[in-house]
Every structure is written in structure tokens, then in C-alpha cells.
């Protein structure tokens, strides 16, 4: 059996309690715990630096579960990547080409799981807020990180709207088809 850790990146303000979110983290765990030996982070639980390493380090696969908030991932995921991301655990200095085999998790892959207050019709559009952008041009500065690591991404999920138009039914199934293009669910 393959192994997968999946982290929930939300951090609590009044203003965005997390129930979408903890709903799509639960819903990862409930259909991919049937056919792989899973582990899970909340990092708003408290997290520890060495244990957090060797989960990632455990796993194949690295599924994060996240708001983004400000165009980006919460504080906490952002100190989360910050602390465990460390040289000579996940990748090593000095080669010829910054970034360029460098990683030391190149056995892995990763996975976004993303919710916006924003509409899809924001993005892929020159006219629109996003200028022409689409989630993974806005999210490229995270993708960099894993690359650096050596990680291979998978596609993001993304659910759009989810403040002003939530449709909690509609991006469960939508996460589960995403999830079935990789996985085998339950």
C-alpha cells in the first residue's frame, strides 16, 4: 500500500471558520483511507517540525487541504512550509543550476486542494481581477518551493465562490472526481 499524508492548512478567524475546508480534508482521508495507509496534520492543531519531516518523508504522495487567503496559503501553512521545508532534509545546496537537482524527495508528489472567495470567472480571463491568470500562475511561488524539494505536483482542485455562492454537494463530487484522476477511492 502506497502511503499519504494529508494536511489541513486552514487557520481559524472569525471571518473564515474552516467548515468547507475541514469538510474536504475529512472527505480526502474518508475515500482514499480504504486503499492507502494514511496520516494527517492540522497544523491550527499544533504541529512539530521533526514529526512533520518524517511524515513527508513517509509518504508518496502529499496532499494539501487549504484556504487561501490574500492570494496565498494561511500564515500557518506559510510558517509550516518555512520550518520543515530545511536544507539537508529536503534538498541540498551547491549544484550547478540553482534549483536544479537539488531535491531530496523526488519519490513524491503533491497535490493542492484549494477553496477561494473567488469566482472561477475571475481567472483565465485578461479582462478580469486576475489579468489573464489562472490558479496555478497565482500559486507558482508554492509550487517552487516543492519543485526545490524535487516533489512532483499533481493537478489543484480548486472549489471557487465559496463565501458568497457555497455549494458544499457540488465540490464534493468535483474533489472526488479529481481525486479519482490519481487515486483509487473508496
Not at 60 to 73: A, G
Not at 140 to 164: I, N, P, R
Request: hydrophobic fraction near 35%; charged fraction near 20%.
Amino acid at each position: 500500500m502506497q502511503n499519504i499524508l494529508v494536511i489541513n492548512g486552514h487557520e481559524y478567524y472569525e471571518h473564515s471558520k474552516g467548515h468547507l475546508n475541514n469538510i474536504l480534508f475529512n472527505k480526502i482521508i474518508e475515500k482514499l483511507s480504504a486503499n492507502y495507509v494514511t496520516k494527517t496534520t492540522i497544523l491550527q492543531s499544533h504541529f512539530d517540525k521533526e514529526e512533520e519531516q518524517q511524515k513527508l518523508k513517509w509518504a508518496d504522495y502529499i496532499i494539501y487541504q487549504t484556504p487561501i487567503y490574500n492570494y496565498s496559503v494561511p500564515a500557518l501553512f506559510k510558517k509550516y512550509i518555512d520550518q520543515t521545508h530545511e536544507h539537508g532534509v529536503y534538498f541540498r545546496g551547491n549544484t550547478e543550476e540553482y534549483g536544479i537537482g537539488s531535491g531530496l524527495l523526488s519519490d513524491k508528489s503533491y497535490m493542492f486542494s484549494t477553496t477561494w472567495n473567488a469566482p472561477a470567472t475571475a481567472f483565465n480571463d485578461k479582462d478580469k481581477f486576475f489579468e489573464g491568470r489562472n490558479v496555478d500562475d497565482v500559486l507558482f511561488h508554492l509550487y517552487l518551493s516543492h519543485k526545490y524539494a524535487g516533489m512532483q505536483g499533481l493537478k489543484t482542485f480548486s472549489c471557487f465562490d465559496v463565501k458568497k455562492n457555497p455549494n458544499i454537494n457540488a465540490n464534493i463530487g468535483s474533489l472526488e472526481n479529481h481525486l479519482s484522476q490519481y487515486f483509487k477511492l473508496e
